[in-house]
């Protein structure tokens, strides 16, 4: 038996889930275009392989990934390329980036696909390759090359691996519903990414509100063939439970070191979702070309859980679902406390899109916030136990070197402060603004030093040179004084 930890503050919400599990998993209908962001992941995006004019088919690559914290993109159907331009993409800010506009055909034929017939037969290099082949990321929400999770590298050992099927916030229900529909593909992939980092334990954590999930994995666990030390682990339910150093702190009773990482005491932490990626990319040979979305809110007629390409419009989704929305009820990608609103519903569901929230009041941001009451309920229910107040004032005063020393950069931008603030202050965007900033001067500090050192270095190596200059101007001299002492010797002897 493992005993359960805990971790400080959070909060019991509720679940709001019954309408988007009340119905199967259904597949998205293919739109006439689908628009694809080459920026889908944390780190550089992909690079086009392909040109306006192509045609190419579902699967695809068209798209290469650029440097190491990068992966490809694929096409999520049969077409034809008909754009490779900037376009708005899902951002709270409006902005557009490159994307790649592919005008669907219809057809949705596949392109030839290669499965590996045993992935042990494969190196975990090998696999690590294939999986980044397949662009397959984080799809927790966060985006992470899920290839660099899998490599723990020489000097760490990976003790265990964690399944994260918890999905804390609500209404986001695409992790319960995967798991109840797809537990075999899950324990696949799992036992992939075992045979990958070598990991002795798994451990697959399930938040205990959600029953049919665990019956559904508990069942395929039985069934399995990998299932030799993997473990099935009921959590309870507080928000949020589902971050990666709260639920290992639950798990483990261990902590992440500040400014660590899981790896460093020997975890590594996947979702359910790309469990079942991996799965279908090397069991099948099939690239990430599409997610499991939750569709819902009050505004949503049909709420439930789509099987959608990427690229697809969230207008089309909306629609499918038989979506109404009244003026003021924002459009939220993610769920009610880490989502943002989005300035339009023609924008295209990405790689990061767990969920799409419409009709729900309390999670549009307040309109004028009030002045801070000094209640302090903000720093009861932060889980890293950070004192939001004090951060609130210091990046509202932009002191940004006081931020950093209250320990900004360990706030998992939760939104649990946010959620208590009798005043609704919006604290996570100060927080958010303080960041960015923060990584912004250090960027220009660590310019401003290169340009130093690169200046001082010229001055050492001019300074350098004029010596050595000197020096061979003195040895040119010594060299003809000699020289004509010599002749005036040889001319007095003769």
Known sequence: MIQLGSFPGGLVLEGQKERSTQLPIR???????????????????????????????????????????????????????????????????????????????????????????????????????????????????????????????????????????????????CDDMIMRERAQGILDGIAIMRHAIKAKRCIIAIEDNKPNAINAMQTALEKHSDSD???????????????????????????????????????????????????????????????IVTITGNAVKNAGNLDVPFGT???????????????????????????????????????????????????????????????????????????PQQLYWHAKAKDLEKTVDYNLFDCIECGCCNYVCPSEIPLVQYFKFAKTETMNQQQETQKSDAARIRHENRQSRQELEKQEKALRQQQRKAALAASQAVKKADENQS
């Not at 990666?244 to 899981?262: R, S, W």
């Not at 003021?328 to 993610?334: A, L, M, S, T, V």
Request: net charge negative; charged share 15%; with cysteine.
């Open 229 to 291: 030390g993997l473990d099935i682990i009921i959590v309870p339910t507080r928000y949020p439970a589902g971050s990666e150093k709260q639920l290992i702190q639950v798990i483990t009773n261990k902590q992440v070191p500040n400014g660590g990482l899981p790896i460093d005491i020997g975890i590594v932490m996947h979702n359910v979702g790309t469990a079942y990626a991996i799965a279908r990319a090397i069991n099948f040979g099939e690239p990430l070309i599409s997610r």
């Open 27 to 173: 597949s998205a209908p293919l739109s006439k275009v689908l628009t694809l962001p080459l920026q889908q992941h944390i780190g550089n995006a992909a690079v086009p392989i392909v040109k306006v004019g192509d045609t190419v088919l579902k699967g695809q690559r068209i798209a290469k990934a650029e440097g190491h914290v990068s992966v490809c993109l694929h096409a999520p159907s049969s077409g034809q390329i008909t754009a490779i331009d900037d376009q708005p993409i899902p951002h709270p800010s409006g902005l557009s980036a490159p994307c790649i506009s592919i005008e669907t055909d219809g057809k949705d034929q596949w392109t030839t696909l290669n499965p590996i017939a045993n992935y042990k037969d494969c190196s975990e290099h090998e696999l690590r390759q294939l999986i980044r082949d397949s662009g397959i990321v984080g799809l927790g929400g966060a985006g992470f090359p899920s290839f660099i999770k899998l490599n723990p590298g020489i000097h760490h050992h990976v003790d265990t691996l964690i399944i994260n099927g918890v999905e804390c916030e609500p209404y986001i229900s």
């Open 313 to 387: 419009p969230i207008e089309d989704c909306l629609t499918f679902c038989e979506t109404k929305w009244q003026m003021g009820y924002p459009i939220i990608q993610g769920g009610p406390m880490m989502g943002y609103p989005l300035p339009s519903a023609n924008l295209p569901i990405t790689k990061t899109a767990n969920c799409i929230l419409v009709g729900v009041e309390h999670a549009a941001p307040a309109e004028q916030a009030m002045p801070c009451i000094r209640c302090g309920d903000c720093a009861t229910v932060c889980p890293v136990s950070l004192l």
